[in-house]
């Protein structure tokens, strides 16, 4: 395979939005990526199986379709997102994180300005952390996340 057909299909299999239990984007990809020489069809969990027509063998071939990302919880009054981390992983790598939301709307995740903390050396809960997408105020938040 020549690379730039490699980055064009890797291009079109890490583009779409595939938070852990909302992979139906993704699942999509796939179906269209299904070559005329396989059937293609998906099982009652999402997962896509590609089969050579004509014939009962198989290979399998895995991978995860998701990813981990956030879910908005609230809106502050200042426009800031409350949210939950979706799917697992380490909090310590949400500050400063950018953000796309599903609607194309992008923000980052701040963090409390250290010299107001007696404990800047220490990671934030998850619930302590907001989204900053540049929101006047929380009815402009709500309308658009």
């Known amino acids: 395979m020549?690379?730039?057909?490699?980055r064009k299909l890797y291009a079109t299999l890490?583009?779409?939005?595939?938070?852990?239990?909302?992979e139906s984007r993704v699942a999509s990809?796939?179906?269209e990526l299904c070559p005329?020489?396989?059937?293609?069809?998906?099982?009652?969990?999402?997962?896509v199986w590609y089969m050579p027509s004509g014939t009962r063998c198989a290979?399998?071939?895995?991978?995860?379709?998701?990813?981990?990302g956030i879910m908005a919880k609230g809106h502050e009054d200042d426009g800031r997102i409350e949210f939950v981390g979706v799917g697992g992983f380490d909090s310590r790598v949400f500050p400063a994180s950018?953000?796309?939301f599903e609607n194309g709307h992008r923000g980052v995740i701040g963090l409390p300005a250290p010299h107001g903390r007696s404990d800047s050396d220490k990671v934030l809960p998850v619930s302590e952390l907001r989204v900053d997408c540049g929101f006047k105020d929380k009815d402009?938040?709500?309308c658009k996340v």
């Not at 020549?2 to 490699?6: A, E, L, N, P, V």
């Not at 890490?14 to 938070?19: A, E, I, L, Q, Y």
């Open 2 to 6: 020549k690379m730039s057909t490699f």
């Open 29 to 31: 990809v796939l179906r």
């Open 14 to 22: 890490s583009s779409p939005v595939g938070v852990s239990g909302r």
């Open 59 to 68: 290979t399998l071939l895995t991978a995860h379709m998701d990813e981990v």
């Open 140 to 142: 402009e938040a709500k």
């Open 98 to 100: 950018s953000i796309l």
């Open 36 to 47: 005329t020489t396989f059937s293609c069809s998906v099982d009652f969990f999402g997962n």
